[in-house]
Structures are given as C-alpha cells and as structure tokens.
C-alpha cells in the first residue's frame, strides 16, 4: 500500500461506521431501536453542549468530559450511515471545543472553490455542458449544515470557475425520490437530449434508480426538470439488498446500439460494479455479467467508468473505444471513505472490465487523491475535448462547528484527467486552465538554496489565496549516494531523515504557531528512476484540538529526468497539492486560529540532515472567483 | 474537432471580400447621424436620440439604431434587438477575420495570442450573443443583460492577451476598441430594460 495516514491526535472510532445490521429481517424491531436511539442521540447532544457551555464557564472539567464522551460514543452514529449511504460526519468524541470567533469562521470560506452560500453539500452530480454553460448539480441540505432533506443544488459556469447560482433543480417530492434525491449522472444524446439518471431513497427506504430530463431543452440554464412520471426505471436486483444499490453513471453506447450504464452494489464484503442496457432510459436488462467486483471492498459508491487516450493528450467522450484507449473503473469505498481507481481493458463484447495489474484493482491499489476527497464524478467537456473531474471536500472540523458556522464542504477546483504515459501506470490530474483567469500578481524566485534545518519566509503579499508552482533539486553534502528504505511522510514534517522533508509551509504565521507543511521525502539521492513520498502534514495546522488533523501521503515516481515538482493551490481552508505534474495528488482542510487573514504567510522549509535543497518557484495571488447568485433581474 | 469546427464552417475571406466586410464596418460607424426631420418621423428620431444619450457612445448608438430599421413601433426592446444582433455581426465578423489571421502567421507567439482570441471569440458568437437576442425577445433581460457583460468579459480578455507586435496588433486592437464600444451601448440599453 502505497498511502500513508497517521491520524493524529483524536481518536475517531466511529469514523469507521459500525457494522450494518441484517436489512433483511428485523425491520420492525431495527425502527423501534432507531426511535430510542434517535432520542438518545438527541439527548446525547442536548447534555453536550450543555456542558461545553458549562466548562466555558468554569473550565476545563476532564472528568466530566470523559464521562460524556464515552455517552455519547455508545450512542451516536454518523449521519448517513442508517439511511444507507457512506457516513457524512465526523463524531469525534471529545466535547472540547475552540472557542471561536465569527472572524476564524468567516476567514474558512473558499474565495474559488465551488460552494454553496450556505448549509450542506455532498456529492457532485449530473455535470454536463450545454448550450455555452456548464452545469455542476450537488447533494444540498437547504435546511441545515449537516446531512440531510438532500435536494440537487444546481449552479452554472462559463469557464468552470466563475459559478453562478441557480435555483434548485430537483427536490424530494415524490415517492420514489421522498426519502432523497441522490447521486446521479449525465447522459448526452447525439440527438442533443440529456438523460439524467439519479438514485432516489423512496418512502420505504428502498434504492432505486430514477429518471430526469431538462424541461425545456432550448434553456440555456436548464432551470427546470422533469422526472420521468413512471419512476423508478430501475429497482434492486434480486440479489442485492434495498440499500446497496446506488449511483447510477454515465451511460456510455456498446457495438449493438445499447447504452451502458453501471451501478454500484456489494455483496457480502465484495464490491461490485453492476452493468445495464438501455436504449431509452426507461427499459433497461440487467448484463448477466457485472462490469468488474473486486472481493474485501465492500460497497462501491459514485462509480465512475470513462476511456482514456493513451496515446494522445486530449479527453476522450465516454462511449469511445478502440486501440490507443484504456478505461478508467473507479469506486468511492464506503467503508474507508476513499476514492480508488484503477486502469484496464474494457471488453466491450461482454461488458467486462479487466485491471492491468490485478495487485492495485480497484479499491486496493491506486487513489484519486491521497487527502480528503470523495464521491468524484467525471464528464467530458465537448468544448476543450477534456475529461474533467469533480470532487467533493468534506469538513474535517466538527459537526458543531459546522452548525456554528452555518455550512460545510466544498467541491475540488474541477482538475483535467489525462494518460501519465510516462509511467504508463496512473492518471494525471492537473486544474483546469481556466483557474488561471485568476491570477494577480505573480512572484517568481529562482535557485534559493537552502541549507539543512532552515526555513525561509517568501516575500509575497498575500498567503490565503496563492496558486504556487514549486520545482526542487537537491544537493548531497556528502559524496556517498543515500539508500534508504521506504521512508512514507513519517510523522510529519518535524520528522527529519537525510533525504527530507523539505517543501513548502503553507498557511502558517510568522512564529509557525500554526502551519500546513506541503512537502517530499525521498529514499535515494541517485538520477536514477526512484520514488519520493509527496504528503501534507496537517498535524499543527490548527491550535482548535477538535479538528482532525492527518498526515497524508503518496509513494509517487519520479522518473530520471524529472525535478521534483509540486503545485499547490491555496484557498483558506482548503489546499490541493499536485506531486509530479499530478501523478499523485493531496486534499487537505485547515483550520487555523492564528494563520489567517493578514497574518497568513507563506515558507520555504529544508528540514533533510544531508542535503541541501535548491527551489524555483512561481507564486501567483488568486482573486476570488466572486460566486454568487445568478444576477436574473440586475444588470451589471 | 468541435471547438473549431465552426471556425471551419465560416468561410474564409478573400481579401477583397474583407474589404467589402470592412467597408460595411465602417459605413455602419461613419454614417453621419441623421437629424430627426430626415426620418420622416420626428418621434422616432426623437426616441432614438433620447436612448442613444444615456448611453456611453452616442454617435456609435445613433449609427447603429439608425441605419437598422426598428420595428413599426420604436421601443426600447427593439433597440436593444438591433444592438445585440449587431454586435453579433460584428464579433463574427471579428473572428473570421482571426481566423483569417491565424492561417496566415507563421510567428508562433502571435499564433497562440490569436488562438486564444479565436477561443474568446467563439463562444461570443456561437453562444452568449445569440442568447442574448433570444433573452431580450423573450422579455428576459437580466439574462440578456448577463450574457452581454460575459460578452464584454471575453472581448476584453482577448484584448489584454494580445501583445503582439507589428502591424497586426494595431488592426486587433481597432476591432475590439469598436466591439467594446458596441457592447458599452448593448450594456446601458440593457440597463435602460431593467429599469422598466
């Protein structure tokens, strides 16, 4: 296993969800359990923020602490996870809280990623591109910031950066969509028609799946949809259970003129990726073989199937196959919580998936992001001939600090997904270009050399909104080669070995109170084609003790003819660090107490015992991407 | 290749037909503006006059709305018609121009500045302002009124991308010192809309 993720500091028990009680007998008796446990989780809460009122007040209290911790361990689970879905919270288990201000808050929200203005997000759903606007739909909670009530928010864009809000597009209003209007993807016709199939919880709790269309197709904004009044086209098949069954995908045309459509499921603890055919989105025929199942993964959400150009640098639409493509199969692991893929062939005679190397199939090998990501989504741009990927940033602060703070989760800044013909073994993710319709000033700093142990402040203005391209060789001081075992990130970036860490400091302040190290740690200093870990440590990016706070981390290769290279976007809470061109990427969420604002800034780090380090970088302040409602009735 | 597909489908100008296209161009700017007495219809006249002055460019808005024929009954939604679709004349007329001088360059500095233009101007025309016209026939005209900011955005962005040298440069920048006039025009009527 190539990730590295040592949790630090809380301990979550429960982020794991419990195991699933058997769904198909005892329902009664699970609803009477669920109505007490309900009512304990409730109480649970009501006697928690008493009490964190109360230490407030008088102090620190462990005692108390401990003894309602432990209440409220026993009793609540995340959100999510007794409707069926992946949990949607942290729980953690200390009720200590930082205290803090409306100013720390303010400062969390993205100034360029997408969100919404308030309340809850989830999953990216049904992007497409028509009529000169692209479209993002995402799970909302119009009425809170935790997970809930999930309508589909909807928002439009030029150029994938500048979101414009638009009214909601869809709302649990129906028996086969009462209980949810959840994840669901895009089909574009040739005709021009756009299908959107999407998962809908009914008023029995039961996973079906739905269909929609645009209820006027000349509507540039897609304002208005209408859902298929026979719903739902598709139910759980006989061997999979009512709450297994969930996120339909793109559909994509086989050889005999029928679309394709995969679902994910599991059976006992493997998880499988289920085909169907169509050619009119209502009547679809379950494939006797599914797509590809990979035992020991349990449940596979979001599951996203698309081709890619090996040969070539441009995306590929979703129905193409042929020599020169390889398709991607990817899974968002209910359990874990991670998104993995994997790349292999798709035999289109049979609808059948193999992975290249079986060792790193999907949901054991190879991430899409080795942060905190899930539920991505890709879709073809017809336009700029990409494929483009969304992905949802959950909160890693507390529910109640997402209630105190009105909202929660971001998206990812939409990233271009391409072959990495170079390794021949992994994608490449890099942001959109259009991001760079953002930048401000630009700072460029060449062949800074530093020594071991040392830190050097970076002369820009601003730190909270930066894009920062960073390239780095290294300089034995010695004149022995360096071999050493795999390293991983350690326990940070505190954690020295000869070869590293060095990198960058990110939303930190000048006493490095608080701080995000993004950096490399190598395990040889030869030319040859070698491997380095690429990690973000958020263990002291925050002084708030509630916070989760990782070190993640990537084995990623670096071929002998590359430097070591690193982007890294800067948006307040949220950093997205790219290693090697984006072989391997890192999301991060921040929360500082002290590094915000104008006491934000921005380090260069050498904290290897052997090596010097020389860094080149392009630093560029982004403005803000101003998203805001659609400006229906102002003119500008 | 659908980004440039559209490209394709426009027909390279010969260069006496760009003669033609810029004479047509130029008549539109600098025709002199009528007195009210030579329409015939002094209240027509008179309405266009009093739209044209609360706009940034009046002689530019008087040419325009004057030598396009509105409506039986001249209103505010017409005019803004006339501008819109004028604008899309021109802002096809400038890409083909680009595309034009796109195929003729060999500096390749100044092939990626124009490409870049040509992917500015593209949506413009093949998109924002076709809705815009829809928008304003339809009585929407905050959408109509978006579409033609983002049309300004996307000029503008070609603009302040194109550094080339040399004569070319001058002749881009003369194109898109018109559109953006045009659109200043398209902008304050689509105020006046909103306004009611």
């Known amino acids: 296993m190539e990730a590295t993720q040592h949790a630090q500091l809380l301990r979550n028990p429960l982020l794991d969800a419990p195991p699933r009680a058997d769904k198909t007998s005892h329902r009664r008796r699970r609803r009477r359990v669920l109505t007490i446990l309900c009512s304990v989780i409730v109480l649970a809460s009501v006697v928690a923020i008493i009490l964190v009122r109360n230490q407030r007040e008088e102090g620190r209290s462990k005692e108390k602490t401990e003894t309602t911790s432990s209440f409220r361990e026993r009793s609540s689970v995340p959100r999510g996870v007794y409707e069926g879905v992946s949990a949607k919270s942290n729980v953690v288990s200390e009720n200590v809280s930082y205290n803090w201000t409306n100013a720390m808050f303010s400062w969390q929200r993205t100034a360029f990623h997408f969100q919404p203005q308030r309340n809850w997000m989830n999953d990216p759903d049904g992007p497409l591109y028509h009529m000169g606007w692209y479209h993002l739909f995402y799970q909302y909670n119009p009425d809170s910031a935790v997970w809930g009530n999930i309508t589909w928010g909807h928002a439009v864009s030029r150029d994938l950066i500048h979101w414009l809000y638009l009214p909601l597009a869809m709302v649990p209003d129906r028996p086969f969509d009462i209980n949810g209007v959840w994840t669901g993807s895009a089909t574009m016709l040739p005709d021009g028609k756009i299908m959107m199939l999407y998962t809908g919880d009914t008023d029995k709790k039961v996973q079906v799946q739905n269909l929609a269309h645009p209820a006027n197709l000349s509507d540039p904004l897609l304002l208005d949809w209408i859902k298929y009044a026979r719903n739902p086209v598709l139910v759980p098949p006989t061997n999979i259970a009512p709450k297994d069954f969930r996120d339909p995908s793109t559909a994509w045309i086989g050889l005999d003129g029928r679309w394709r459509v995969t679902i994910g499921a599991k059976i006992n603890k493997t998880g499988f990726a289920l085909v169907y055919t169509t050619t009119d989105f209502i009547h679809f025929k379950k494939n006797a073989h599914h797509l590809h199942s990979v035992p020991g993964t349990g449940m596979w959400e979001c599951v996203d199937f698309y081709p890619v150009s090996i040969n070539g640098s441009k995306g590929l639409p979703t129905s193409v196959n042929g020599p020169g493509v390889k398709h991607v199969l990817k899974a968002s692991i209910d359990d874990t919580k991670v998104d993995h893929y994997a790349l292999g062939t798709y035999f289109v005679e049979n609808d059948t998936w193999v992975p290249d190397n079986p060792k790193e199939d999907v949901g054991i090998g190879l991430r899409v992001d080795y942060g905190r990501y899930y539920a991505s989504k890709s879709f073809y741009d017809p336009v700029k001939e990409r494929r483009v990927l969304w992905g949802w940033i959950n909160e890693t602060d507390t529910e109640n600090d997402d209630l105190k703070k009105g909202w929660a989760s971001v998206q990812t800044i939409p990233r271009e997904v391409t072959f990495d013909k170079k390794t021949g073994t992994n994608i490449l993710q890099r942001p959109v270009e259009e991001i760079e319709s953002l930048r401000l000033r630009g700072s460029e700093f060449e062949g800074i050399v530093l020594k071991p142990g040392s830190v050097l402040p970076l002369n820009i203005s601003s730190a909270t909104q930066l894009d920062i391209i960073a390239e780095f060789e290294i300089e034995p001081l010695g004149s022995e080669e360096i071999d050493e075992d795999s390293v991983g990130c350690g326990g940070g970036a505190i954690d020295r070995i000869a070869l590293g860490p060095f990198g960058l400091l990110t939303i930190a302040d000048d006493t490095l109170s608080e701080l995000t190290p993004i950096f490399f740690r190598l395990s040889n200093s030869s030319h040859q084609n070698s491997t380095a870990f690429f990690c973000a440590d958020e263990t002291r990016s925050s002084k708030a003790p509630e916070v989760k706070k990782t070190v993640y981390g990537a084995e990623v290769p670096v071929l002998s003819d590359e430097k070591l290279s690193m982007r890294v976007l800067v948006d307040h809470s949220i950093i997205e660090s790219f290693g090697q061109g984006g072989r391997r990427v890192i999301t991060s969420r921040v929360y500082p107490t002290e590094a915000i604002y104008g006491a934000a800034r921005l380090f260069l780090f050498n904290n290897a015992t052997a090596i010097n380090i020389k860094a080149s970088l392009k630093i560029w302040e982004l403005n803000s991407a101003f998203i805001r409602p659609f400006p229906f009735d102002q003119s500008l | ?196």
């Not at chain 2, 124009?114 to 413009?124: G, H, T």
């Open chain 2, 1 to 196: 290749m659908r980004s440039f597909s559209f490209a394709s489908v426009l027909s390279y100008s010969t260069s006496s037909f760009q003669v033609l296209h810029l004479l047509l161009v130029a008549s539109l700017l600098f025709r002199p503006t009528h007195q009210s007495s030579d329409l015939g219809t002094t209240s027509k006249g008179d309405f266009i006059d009093q739209i044209c002055r609360k706009t940034p460019f009046y002689d530019l808005c008087m040419a325009t709305l004057h030598s396009n024929p509105l409506t039986p009954k001249p209103d505010l939604k017409g005019a803004a018609l006339v501008m819109v679709n004028n604008l899309l004349a021109n802002a096809s007329d400038t890409l083909n121009y680009i595309e034009g001088l796109i195929k003729q360059t060999s500096d390749q500095q100044l092939e990626q500045a124009l490409a870049f233009c040509a992917e500015s101007y593209i949506p413009i025309v093949k998109y924002i302002l076709p809705q815009a016209a829809d928008a304003v026939s339809q009585g929407r005209f905050g959408f109509a009124s978006y579409c033609v900011s983002d049309a300004a955005k996307e000029i503008s962005n070609c603009d302040k991308k194109f550094s080339g040298s040399g004569q070319n440069k001058s002749l881009l920048e003369d194109r898109n010192g018109i559109l953006q006039k045009l659109v200043g025009v398209a902008a304050a009527i689509m105020k006046l809309l909103l306004k009611g």
